[in-house]
């Protein structure tokens, strides 16, 4: 396993569309256990293959306490939605940043696993908050944008003042 280094905004390749994983072999599951380890290390709750300069639709997710709950998701898509809740959301990706963003409260999520079958999960609260946060980022999508062009602004300055101090 190795630790991956994670893009951050407002990196281009954030905004890449993934593509769907053709086959479900072992390169894909090497790519998970590092993604995960990447994840658990950062710390964080989720990760998505796009962080770390994979154009692949691959997700992980563990929203456990004590990290024992790990999940994979190739080539997740949302069936159904329902409900609204507005959590505060951060992103390994936009680190130091948190915000409140309106998501599905609800979702059943399409996907196939390790072994490269399919599965469908139903999820709630902030396991769904998760799969969608994880999900925008196949689609090139940040949680930034969901906030208003002033705020985005902001936080890109931000952001890059800090880049400019740590290098």
């Known amino acids: 396993m190795a630790l991956l280094k994670i893009l ?15 086959r479900v072999d072992d390169e ?9 380890e990447t994840m658990y290390a950062a710390p964080g709750i989720g990760l998505a293959a796009p962080q770390v300069d994979v154009a692949k639709r691959v997700i992980v997710v563990d929203v456990s306490e004590d990290k024992s709950d790990p999940r ?5 898509e949302i069936l159904a939605h329902e409900g ?11 680190p130091a940043i948190y ?5 599905y409260e609800r979702i ?7 072994r490269g079958e399919p599965f469908e999960l139903e999820a709630e609260d902030l396991l769904a908050v998760c799969i969608q946060h994880e999900i925008d980022h196949l689609d090139g999508k940040l949680f930034v944008d969901y906030l208003s062009e002033l705020k985005r602004k902001r936080i890109r300055k931000k952001l890059e003042k800090t ?4 290098l």
């Open 108 to 114: 059943r999520v399409r996907a196939l696993d390790l």
């Open 163 to 166: 880049r400019r101090h740590t």
């Open 8 to 22: 951050h905004y407002p990196d281009e390749r954030l905004r890449v569309r993934a593509r769907p994983v053709e």
């Open 28 to 36: 894909i599951r090497v790519l998970a256990e590092d993604m995960l």
């Open 72 to 76: 994979v998701f190739v080539n997740p």
């Open 99 to 103: 915000e409140k963003v309106t998501r």
């Open 84 to 94: 609204q809740i507005k959590t505060e959301e951060g992103c390994l990706s936009v």
